[in-house]
């Protein structure tokens, strides 16, 4: 569970001190496995044949039924047994991104499978709560009800009603940040499953419209998140973060536009950050747009990229002590940002320091500080300091990780892990039975909730093993979620990286290119180009896949209107184009296409280039 977090960071209180520590390295492998086992003890729903937490049973079957919509599954976000919708999503999409950067490293270690597995238990429970386009619920249980009762997610007693946006009552951060999830797992299951990468861009599409045309903050449409997750950094963020994983998943350049356009009056180019995490996303949307930039994708959008790139590294600065307005630190050199879970604000900032030193490595750049340039590995020696300090590397010698080490948390604020497992004792645990029972023991938890990251130490790395003691106790499927890519980063070493070329989650078997024939206008005069280009391909299961990539460009001096194309011998998912029939129309974020302007779509097969032609257009 959260409260809500400040924008305004305070001026560093504390000095990083050395002390003494004869430690021996950890092994990031064992850690890795461990963090992304936690995922399935936060599973809600009808639990898997091949679920390996097996305390765990099922729960929440009947959640949604009430509202005639089917929301069984998703993910508990902390200790507690409600399903928040905007923690859960920023989850998806941190594992995601930790795929998309470091996913051939999971497969390496044997650990990109149960990666996937635990993008797609968030992403299946999405698809069921956007029934409609301009429908997404936003919450399963009631944090009021749910606080009063100690229970097995198994048991609950509470109310499971579900909460919802709508154009009536919008909720553009919530929309914009499930659009920015199911954009980024697209890119996870591109290639391994495209038809679901299909459907996923599908409701990506069109939650970031119903984000951007219907705005508001979710918290006010959703009022009993309020006390739990509320939205202090208002919605401008999510917008640009959902457009910043709608480009990179699509390379269409609406999105990259927008960003163009919408950066100042929106903050991203504005704010200067010294946080990430679920409310805040302005260092996650200038660290990808710096990215942009560095691919020289940015176009026209040079000059507002600049700026976002110029807050990027403030951020990055900042991390290190290196910038004009550094994060606090403990004595043992912990970011501290507040005593209420702070360890998500370590696991998030480790994971854009890790991800943009090797952004710089592979441009061949530095990072540019107040107190001068630094080299990128100083970013990735940051990262590594935090995740060591996790593990074990503290003034205490305490790991945050449960189940990581010998010494780490016995009593953790966390209701299922608490209480004895229902496959051992399946007696019912009542409401206020389970505080009287189990919650005020002072005996170790029946169940290993492993993997789990606390909320950590304090300020002055002090730490109390103490259930009742939330603050610290509590772990939250968002501490995780960008602590895989990292680990994954640190387990595989230093060699081979260029973060900036496409990134595919298996490893590529190199596949003879079919020679492209350009598509011609059907005669010179002809209004409308097309022209059609192979970006990619690769092999799977023996079977070589190609992406191609086709271009429509509006050659006349009027607005093109009503065109209908022609698309025969497309074996596979396409993407950019509305299905009409027997014709693709203009997707749903454009109904024209100005004089000069072109559209992009592309769709994937194992064969040579669709037939594209135009059937019908309008001049106005």
């Not at 937490?53 to 099922?58: G, H, I, K, L, S």
């Not at 790139?309 to 403030?314: D, L, P, S």
């Not at 209420?340 to 998030?348: A, E």
């Not at 300090?389 to 608490?418: C, E, K, W």
């Amino acid at each position: 569970m959260e409260k809500f977090v400040r924008l305004i960071s305070m001026a560093p209180l504390l000095l990083l001190l050395c002390f003494p520590l004869a430690l021996a390295g950890h092994d990031y492998g064992q850690a890795l496995s461990k963090s992304i086992l936690f995922f399935e003890a936060q599973r809600s729903g009808l639990l898997p044949n091949n679920q390996r937490v097996t305390w765990r049973a099922n729960s929440g079957l009947y959640d949604g039924k009430a509202s005639g919509v089917d929301l069984v599954g998703g993910y508990y976000d902390a200790g507690d047994n409600v399903k928040f919708g905007l923690p859960m999503a920023f989850t998806v999409t941190m594992m995601s991104w930790s795929i998309i950067e470091y996913g051939k490293q999971m497969a390496a270690s044997g650990e990109l499978g149960h990666a996937m597995e635990a993008v797609k238990w968030g992403t299946d429970y999405f698809i069921k709560a956007h029934p409609e386009p301009y429908v997404l619920y936003g919450e399963v249980g009631d944090g009021n009800t749910d606080h009063y009762c100690w229970q097995r997610p198994e048991d609950m007693t509470t109310d499971r009603r579900a909460y919802k946006i709508s154009p009536s009552n919008p909720g553009s951060d919530l929309a914009g940040e499930t659009a920015a999830a199911m954009a980024a797992a697209s890119i996870v299951f591109r290639h391994s499953n495209p038809a679901y990468a299909s459907e996923l861009l599908r409701h990506a599409h069109q939650l970031f419209d119903f984000a951007d045309k219907y705005r508001g903050k979710y918290d006010s449409s959703i009022t009993v998140a309020q006390k739990y997750y509320r939205s202090i950094s208002g919605y401008n963020d999510e917008l640009l973060w959902a457009a910043a994983w709608l480009f990179q998943a699509t390379n269409n350049q609406y999105y990259l536009n927008y960003l163009g356009n919408n950066g100042d009056s929106m903050g991203g180019t504005g704010w200067g950050m010294t946080e990430f995490g679920w409310d805040v996303k302005y260092s996650g949307v200038q660290t990808l747009v710096a990215k942009f930039l560095m691919q020289g994708k940015a176009g026209r959008n040079t000059a507002v990229f600049e700026k976002y790139h110029q807050k990027a590294e403030y951020f990055m600065c900042s991390c290190i002590g290196k910038g004009s307005r550094n994060a606090q630190k403990t004595p043992g050199g912990l970011i501290f940002r507040q005593r209420w879970n702070n360890m998500q604000f370590v696991t998030s900032a480790s994971f854009l320091a890790t991800v943009y030193s090797d952004y710089l490595t592979s441009a061949g750049k530095t990072l540019n500080c107040a107190a001068g340039n630094v080299a990128p590995s100083e970013l990735l020696s940051f990262a590594k300091s935090q995740v060591d300090y996790i593990l074990g590397d503290n003034p205490r010698a305490t790991s945050y990780m449960v189940g990581y080490g010998n010494n780490f948390p016995q009593q953790v604020h966390h209701r299922a892990s608490s209480i004895v497992s229902y496959k051992k004792d399946s007696s019912f645990v009542s409401c206020r039975g389970g505080y009287a029972t189990w919650f005020s023991r002072k005996a170790s938890d029946p169940n290993l909730l492993t993997g789990a990251i606390v909320g950590g130490p304090d300020a002055y790395d002090n730490f109390a093993d103490q259930r009742d003691n939330y603050e610290q106790t509590e772990p939250a499927t968002y501490n995780n979620a960008p602590l895989l890519g990292i680990l994954a980063r640190l387990n595989a070493g230093h060699g081979g990286y260029n973060q900036l070329l496409p990134v595919v989650t298996t490893q590529p078997k190199v596949a003879p290119l079919p020679k492209i024939t350009p598509v011609a206008p059907a005669s010179s005069s002809s209004p409308i180009a097309i022209q059609q280009k192979l970006t990619t391909s690769w092999v799977s299961k023996g079977v070589t896949y190609y992406r191609y990539s086709t271009v429509v460009t509006n050659k006349s001096a009027k607005t093109l209107t009503n065109l209908k194309l022609s698309v025969s011998k497309l074996y596979g998912p396409i993407w950019g184009l509305t299905k009409a029939g027997d014709s693709y129309v203009f997707p749903s974020w454009i109904n024209s296409l100005s004089a000069g302007k072109s559209l992009e779509f592309v769709y994937i097969h194992s064969a040579s280039p669709a037939d594209v032609a135009v059937s019908s257009y309008s001049l106005a």
